[in-house]
Structure formats: C-alpha cells, structure tokens
C-alpha cells in the first residue's frame, strides 16, 4: 500500500508538486498521467527514495520512507523512465548487484534471474556488456532486475517507453497477474491506453496539484461526458 | 557557410548561457581562482623560460646554435603535441559524440558537418597548447630584442601551425576509422602515446641530467650540441615555423615572410584535402562507430562470490566498483602512467649524490626521508586526486541505483573509501619504505616515516572520496576530468594544506628526537611534552581529516538532486 500525505516539492520558488495526498490500495493499480512537467516523474523520484520532499510524508506499506529509508526501499521496485544503467557490467552481473543490495536469497539467485532474464527475453545477452544493450534491452533488464526481489509496491516511470509491441503486451499482462497477488504498482504514463487498459483508478496531475481521481467511469461523470474517452478526459482537465 | 555557423551555434549559446543558470552565484568566484591558478602558471613558464633562453644566449661563442636549437626542439614538441591532442579530440567530437545521430538527421550536407565539428576540435585541442606555449615564444622575442613584426609573425605561424596538425590528424582519423573502430582507436592512440612518453622521459631521466651541473660534464655536452649542426628535417611543419620565427628574430623579414607564406599554403592544402575527404569516408566511418563493440573476451557468468567474509551490499558495490574499473580501458593507460611514476620517483632516491654534499651524510639522509613523507603524501593526492576523487561521479546517470537501493549513503561511500584506500595505503608504504631504504635511514626515521603514511592515507583518500561526494558531475563524460573542477581544486588545496600542516607540527619535536638519539642526550620534560603534544594534534588532526571529509561529502551528496 502506498500513502501520500501532503506531500510537496519545491525548487527555489517554483513548486513542482504540491500538496498532494493519495492513497493507494495493496494489489492495486493506479495510472499517474498528466501533461509535461506537470509534476509526475518528481512524485515519482520522492516515492522511489530518490528525491526528498520539501514537506509531507511518502508511506510505502506502512513505513515513512524519509524516517526508515532502508525498510520502505526493501520493499519497492522502481523502475525509472531513462535507463540508465552500470553499463561495463553484464546484464547477469547487474543482476546479481541488485540482488544482492536487495537481499534475495543467494541459493535461488541463479534460478531467479534465469527465469526473469527468460521472461524479458534477455537470455542470450546475459554474458554480454550492457554497453551494448539497446535502448529497449536496458529498459527490459531494469524491469527484470525491479522484480527480482519479489517487491511489494512497484513504482514505475513510464513503463513502455522503448519497449516493441510483444513486451508491451507481456508487461501489461504481468502487472495484472502482480496485482491479483497482492502487488501495489503505481504508474506514470503517457499511454492513455495502457492506463485506461490495465489501471484500476487513474490520476490526474496537472501543474503539481491532483486534479481528478477515479476510475475512468469517476473520470467521465467528473466532466459530464459519459461518452468521453480518456484522451479527452485528459484534455478536459488539463487545457489552459 | 552560414549552414556551419548555425552549427558552430550551440556551443556559443551553451557557454553564454550558464551565466543564465539558478544558484550559479559561484560562477565569478570559481573564475577568479582559475583565472589566478592560470596566469601564475602562464607566468612561471615565461620566467623558466626567459632565463634560461637569456642563459643559452649568453654562453660565449655557441650561444646563439644553443637557443636556435632549443627553439628547434620547443616546436617540434608543440607541434607533436597537437597531432597528439587533435587526435584525441577529433575522435571524440567527430565520431563519439553523444548529439551526432541528431546532426546527421539534419538536412546539411555531411561535409557542412564535418567543418563545424572539426572547427570546435581543432579550437578545443589547440587553445591551451597554444596559451602555455606562447610565454615561451614571447621570451625569445624579449632576449634577441625582436621587432613587433616577429610578434605578429609568431602569432601567424602558429596558428597556421595548430590548422597544419589539425588537418593531419583529421585526415589520418578518417582513414584508420574506417577499419578500426572510432572508440578501440581513442584507447589504442592513448596507450602508444602513453608509452612514447614514457620511454622518452625514462630515457631522459636515466641520462642523470643533474650531472650537467658538473662543470666538466657540462663542457662535454656543450661540444657534442656544437657539432650537431644538421639541420632539422625539411618536410616538418615544424621546420617552416622555425625557419620563420629564426629569420625574422634575426631580422631577416622577407625570409620569414617567405617560410610563413609556404606553411600558410600547406595549411590551405590540409583544410581542402581534409574536406574533400570528409565528403567520401567521414559519414561511412560515423556509422562504423555507432555499432556496438565487441566484447574480446567474453564468458558465462560463475557465481563467484567477492569477497566471502563481508556482508553482501558490501560485497556488491565492491565488486561492481572493481570490475568497472578494471573493464575500463581509460584506466589502464593511467595505472601504467603510476607504475612508471613509482619507478622514476623510487631512482630519484637511488641517483642522489648524497656524498658529494657538504653536509654530513647522516644528517642529510635523515633530513631528506622526513621531507621525503610530504613529497610522498603529494603523490599521494595526485593519484587520489585521478582515482579517488572522480570514484563518486564515475556512476554517471546510473546514480540513481545507488539512491532507490535499500542502502545508506554513508555505507556507500565508506565501502568506496576502503576500495581506494587498500591499493594507495600499500603503494604509498611501497613507495617510503623502499626511498627509505635507499637513503639508509635510522630505524626512528624509517617508523616515523611508515606510521605518518599510515595517519596520511586515510585522510587524503577521505578527503578524495568526501570532496568528490560534495561536488560530483553525473553529467560529465569523463570523471576523470572532475578533478579540475571547482571541488576538484577546494579538495587539493585542503589536503596540500593537511599534510603540510603534518609536516611542519612534526619538524621540531622529530629533530630534537633524531639529534637526541644521534647524540645520545636525554630529552628535557618540556621536549617531552612538545614531543607527545605534536604527535598528538596530528593524531587529533588525521582523525578530523577522515571523519569530517567524509560526513561533508555524505550530507551533500543527500541532498543532491539526480
């Protein structure tokens, strides 16, 4: 379960997320859109440990994750949108450095990231150097390398960025199978699609403040529209 | 030609525009210190220089052969030196730059690309070869009394001689990219590079040019310069530079004019040929470097742990730092650069003249290994400065792992701390102990020295760690650069102060401690208590030298954004 409580970033005097305050349920999924700059990759980075909020609190399952930073991060899997990586190490050898930062157990190891490595279709470059990865295999590798240590919350920053339609595809059906066992995953998206495919609730963040919340049916009776789709749910909201 | 000034544009606006930064209030202060730091260096090369050039002069009968030499061999250096330097940096502007694919998407001919490129090498490798060599040039226009026209003609000259080694390097790059890969080159060329220094400052040192203070050597190789009238090779760039500067210090205008002329000419020949080039193999060897490298030696992954005895974060950052240190090939050309270091520092100590001083060789022994710990401790920062310090920033964008894991920073940097501090405390003790014993020392020096390299390298390689934590660069494309940055310079400025400041606490306690135990006198209960109170405050010191860095750096480095 994730809770935001006042939570507020500021950079000198311009305030990139203000007085935000969500929760979101265990095995839920919850779509975080909204137009450029309007505050979600900086939610985001605070959640993930990150950033530090300039007031407000960020709880990942119960814990604050400013006071017990070690015990709330042990329990997420953040998968940021640019994937940047340890890139003179081999994808086998970065998962073997999250593991052990994340204290998965040594004696599954192996078994774990075989299987993680398969489900990315990363197999055959798992002896390979990152540096030759692409774009694509990167962002597949963070991906496998966030669910390695079975994670109870997963944040993550625009998800299908530089992924090909098949992974697309496999990643939404995982995130449902997450959920239904419990997993709370918190999504930033660009792709109305995707949030209105596999979101339970949808945020929407305009200018660093939340200005609607819901379904996408709360969405549309939000706007009077019940024949609206999300794309103009979107604009609705956030149109100058 | 306005296609390559729209392209030259970004660069101009980037640098404009960090004046427009928020909180870039340092910017003027960070400036000055630079500023400073390069005018006092400017003006120590025109010093050395002119007294040594007014020294050659003045040497009766073959003064004149003497400096036209030098002058000879200054610019055959300079000019080696920017071949060297274009070819670095053409590789990296022309062919490994991060906005390149963004320039080749452009509609602009390739050839308008390659000229706005090769311009912004060519300035980037030759501004600071150009800035630090013309002190020397300027000397010899003040010792031979030269007219203005010689002023003008060395500015001509060598600027047409930095457009010459441009355009040969530029060419050569074109060509060898096309078979080689653009980045295996930059590591290949800085190694062969590395290794004709080397041999060449290996060869110099091991000639003992401290022998030239002897008269009767001196007078030898005086003769032997005298007899080498051949001139120096016609088909260098170089020698048309030098047959003009001679000419007109002499002046002998026209003649100079005439040698100026000719290089112009071959520098026109090398900016067409370079962009007649370009427009067949420069857009062909691009996309040859955006290719992935192949991995030379590749194999399966072994489950190996490293090492077993510590807690496995430790254990993971350890490794990870170890193994893309190591995988970095920049870095080895370094750890050959330090090996030939050690060895050149631990000869110094081997050719000492020690019996020929006037002073009693024990004394001057013992004198020289307690100076011989702060001179240590320099080389100390130096390599800290190249290792440790950049340790933080060499994350680069993959920082924020560090950040979203389930570890404290403080533990980060710490197990960065000892993953530097292991290798450099060795090396240092190496480096004391094997001078130490060359100079035959007493048994009191010899644990004087091993114990204050014991108290120094914490500190240092803290101070490294701290100030590189406070100051990092994510964005920077070498760490290894950082160094010269704002932080870079704070953090040698305070450890040139910290060991120093050991030296000069200990000098009076160990010299009342050595002539004691020399002379076999009993120290007074007040040189006791001196004695105990100095090597206490630099115990005290060592101690705040390893905390305070490291907690400055943690603290900042929170507070970061990523």
């Not at chain 1, 993550?156 to 530089?162: K, Q």
């Not at chain 2, 013309?134 to 226009?141: A, D, K, L, N, R």
């Not at chain 2, 080039?277 to 072994?302: D, E, H, M, P, W």
């Not at chain 2, 020392?441 to 390298?457: E, G, K, N």
Request: hydrophobic residues 50%; aromatic residues 14%; contains cysteine.
């Amino acid at each position: 379960m994730i809770e935001l409580i006042n939570l507020t970033k500021k950079y000198n005097d311009f305030t990139a997320v203000n007085n935000l305050n969500l929760v979101v349920e265990k095995g839920e999924i919850f779509g975080f859109i909204g137009p450029n700059g309007a505050g979600k990759t900086t939610t985001i980075n605070m959640m993930g440990g990150v950033l530090a909020p300039t007031s407000g609190f960020v709880m990942i399952c119960g814990i604050n994750i400013q006071n017990h930073p070690k015990k709330a991060k042990s329990k997420i899997g953040y998968i940021p949108d640019r994937p940047y990586l340890y890139e003179k190490l081999t994808g086998m050898e970065f998962l073997k450095f999250i593991s052990d930062l994340y204290g998965v157990d040594e004696n599954n190891f192996l078994y774990r990231s075989r299987e993680k490595l398969r489900l990315f279709s990363l197999s055959e470059w798992a002896d390979d150097l990152i540096e030759s990865y692409s774009h694509g295999m990167k962002q597949r590798l963070i991906m496998a390398a966030a669910l390695l240590h079975d994670p109870e919350v997963i944040i993550v920053d625009e998800p299908m960025v530089g992924l090909d339609p098949l992974v697309i595809n496999m990643v939404k059906s995982l995130f449902k199978q997450l959920a239904k066992n419990g997993v709370t995953i918190f999504m930033s998206t660009h792709t109305l699609k995707v949030a209105e495919d596999i979101c339970d609730r949808i945020g929407i963040i305009h200018k660093g403040s939340l200005v609607a919340t819901g379904t996408a049916e709360d969405l549309k009776s939000n706007i009077q529209n019940k024949s609206a789709d999300l794309e103009e749910i979107f604009i609705k909201l956030t149109e100058e | 030609m306005k296609d390559v000034i729209t392209l030259l544009k970004p660069r101009f606006l980037s640098f404009k525009n960090k004046g427009l930064l928020k909180n870039n209030s340092g910017r003027g202060y960070k400036l000055a210190l630079f500023g400073f730091f390069g005018i006092l260096f400017w003006g120590g090369i025109f010093i050395v220089s002119f007294r040594v050039i007014s020294y050659f002069k003045g040497i009766e009968g073959f003064g004149d052969i003497l400096a036209y030499k030098l002058l000879s061999m200054i610019l055959l250096t300079f000019f080696s030196l920017l071949i060297f330097s274009n070819i670095l940096t053409s590789l990296s502007k022309l062919y490994l730059s991060r906005d390149l694919s963004l320039l080749n998407s452009m509609p602009v001919p390739i050839y308008k690309i390659f000229i706005a490129r090769w311009i912004e090498s060519t300035v980037d490798s030759s501004w600071m070869v150009i800035v630090y060599t013309i002190p020397v040039f300027i000397s010899y226009g003040i010792v031979y009394r030269a007219g203005f026209i010689f002023y003008g003609n060395m500015f001509l000259v060598i600027l047409i001689l930095s457009v010459i080694s441009a355009g040969i390097s530029v060419v050569l790059i074109m060509i060898v990219v096309n078979f080689v890969p653009a980045n295996r080159i930059k590591n290949i060329f800085i190694f062969i590079g590395l290794s004709f220094f080397l041999i060449l400052f290996f060869a110099f040192r091991f000639l003992r040019p401290e022998r030239l203070v002897d008269p009767e050597v001196f007078s030898n190789v005086l003769f032997y310069l005298k007899s080498l009238k051949s001139p120096a090779p016609l088909y260098l760039p170089s020698t048309w530079v030098f047959d003009s500067m001679k000419a007109t210090l002499s002046g002998h205008i026209m003649e100079g004019m005439f040698h100026s002329v000719l290089s112009l000419s071959w520098a026109g020949v090398m900016v067409c040929s370079a962009i007649i080039i370009s427009n067949y193999y420069y857009f062909n060897g691009v996309s040859k470097t955006q290719t992935a490298q192949v991995r030379l030696f590749k194999y399966s992954y072994s489950g190996r742990r490293f090492p077993i005895f510590l807690p496995r974060f430790c254990r993971a950052l350890m490794s990870k730092e170890i193994r893309t240190f190591f995988r970095d090939q920049t870095q080895w050309s370094q750890l050959f650069l330090i090996a030939a270091l050690v060895v050149i520092y631990v000869y110094n100590f081997n050719a000492l003249p020690l019996e020929k001083a006037p002073i009693k060789t024990i004394y001057l022994q013992n004198l020289l290994s307690f100076l011989n710990i702060g001179l240590a401790g320099f080389v100390l920062i130096t390599i800290t400065a190249r290792f440790a310090y950049p340790a933080v920033s060499s994350e680069k964008d993959a920082f924020w792992l560090v950040k979203s894991a389930p570890i404290d920073l403080k533990h980060y940097l710490w197990i960065k701390f000892f993953v530097y501090f292991l290798p450099l405390f060795v090396l240092t003790e190496i480096l004391i102990i094997a001078t130490n014993i060359l100079l035959k020392v007493t048994f009191f020096m010899m644990v004087l020295s091993v114990v204050d390299i014991f108290l120094l390298v914490p500190g240092v390689v803290s101070m490294g760690i701290g100030f590189g934590a406070a100051y990092p660069d994510f964005k920077s494309e070498n760490p290894a650069q950082t160094v010269t940055s704002f932080g870079g310079l704070m953090f040698m400025m305070v450890c040139a102060v910290y060991v120093g400041a050991v030296i000069i606490i200990e000098a009076e306690p160990v010299y009342r401690l050595f002539m004691a135990n020399i002379k076999g006198n009993v120290l007074t209960v007040f040189e006791w208590v001196w004695v105990l109170g100095s090597f206490t405050l630099v115990f005290s010191l060592s101690i705040a030298a390893v905390m305070v860095p490291m907690k400055f750096g943690e603290k900042r480095l929170l507070k970061m954004l990523i």
